[in-house]
């Protein structure tokens, strides 16, 4: 029987050791969670990353402490839980490539609102890459840095909580990346979940905030340095824009210009604009190029400028102005030269002919020639009216000839005959009706007509008579001076003859004197 009890104590022993390994290695398992759980926060991501081989990838930077970090991520970076906030830093560097216009697009994801220990709120935020400050060097280093602040609710309860980063963005290839990057927050300040609470009266009822008035955004001034653009030129446009708020600024402002017609061009780049910043009530300008075609018609085109902006707590706006920019198609106006002649007399009646030859791309309106200059009375102005591109037409006008001093222009020296000066006038209008005026001017000498009389007067008889003497007494001169000159050539050849008869005969007795 002893030994059968002392056996039974040994076996006994045996049992409660077994037991107590037991509730050890269970209490173990138990704690081991709640020992990881004391620390303030953890990143399970390792180093996350998107994009394949020679795509751009965004990386946690893991080297260097920035603002609101207390370590670097090597080191065990967690973020900071103090004042009932947490604080979140995620430096991102961007590896192989770029993201289009270097701006990503961040918003976080609270997980389950029951249990939170955070005020839910949303999040939404553009982060451009920029030089940031790093802890222990004085060079900057370019990353996309996330920062945010999260409020937590006085009824909080101890615990690790998941928050999700969300990062979007375009690669430049244009091609649309997500990366999601979980985080874990660890609550250490709050009210402990295995403990029985003691019941808390009522929170007073949170006031719903107001909804703000969304800030406004205007196109406030439009300087041009022409008054308009000419075809096949350039012109500068300064434009600025005013935030109308009295109370919210606006940020990360996106400017689109984009001209309404095909002939007109934005210089200089894609006519995108970008503005960090403009405070409530203040101006932010902008100045670009636009370029004409040189086929552009004459007429106003229209500029469509995009603005895309933020307002409080990221909230997202968009407004579209337009501008007006006259275009101007230079006109080409030739003519042939009229001919008017150099001398005319009193009297005269001239036959002047005009061609005008529009040379040019836009129609020319409202053509008229006239002609002014002392002497000279035209009998009409000439009205071309439309000349369309590449055409020509031809008027003549009759011009009647009178003393200088009774034309439709008066002389100043007061002579009724002389050098005239005048002036040939084209005028013609472009399709916004300016007028344009071409001067030719020319001089013609103006003399007085001599108008043959038909009752001879004392005067002309008396000269008719003394020119008629004259002739006469020329004329019989010259029939003497013929008489004389045929009287000695005939008197000489009649001696010629009776020289020659004489000469027959003694030729004659001198054969007769021989024979006998």
Sequence with gaps: MNNYLGIGK????????????????????????????????????????VGSSGQMQLVIDDKNIYPGMDKAYENGYMPIVADGKVQIVVPLLAVNGAALQNQIRVSLNLGDASGS??????????????????????????????????????????????????????DDSGDSRVLDIPLFVTITDGIDPNITPTPMPDPPPIPVEKPKPAPKIILSRIELSEERLTAGGTIEASVTFLNTSTKQDISNIKITVNPDSLDLSILGGTGSFYIDKIASEEEATIVFTVAAAAQTKAETKIVTIDVEYEGANAAAFSETERIRIPVHQPIKLDYDKPQIPQFASVGDTLNVSFNLMNLGISTIYNARVSVEAPGFIPDKSLFFGQLDSGSSKQQEMYIFITRRTKGGLVPEDGNDYGGSMGVVTITYEDSLGEVFEERIEFETYIEEMVIPSAVPTTENVEEKRDTSQWQGFVIGAGLLIGAVIVYIVVRKRAQKRRFADFDRVESGDDEGGSAS
């Design 117 to 170: 220990p955070f005020v839910f709120q949303n999040f939404s935020k553009t982060i451009s890459l920029a030089p940031q400050p790093v802890q222990g060097s004085d060079v900057p280093v370019d990353v996309f840095l996330i920062q945010a602040e999260l409020q937590l609710l006085e009824t909080r309860y101890m615990g690790r909580y998941p928050v999700t980063v969300k990062v979007e963005w375009q």
């Design 10 to 49: 040994k076996k006994g022993a045996c049992e409660r050791l077994v037991c107590g390994l037991l509730a050890g290695l269970l209490v173990g398992l138990i704690l081991l969670p709640l020992w990881r759980a004391g620390a303030t926060s953890t990143l399970d991501i390792g180093t996350p990353s």
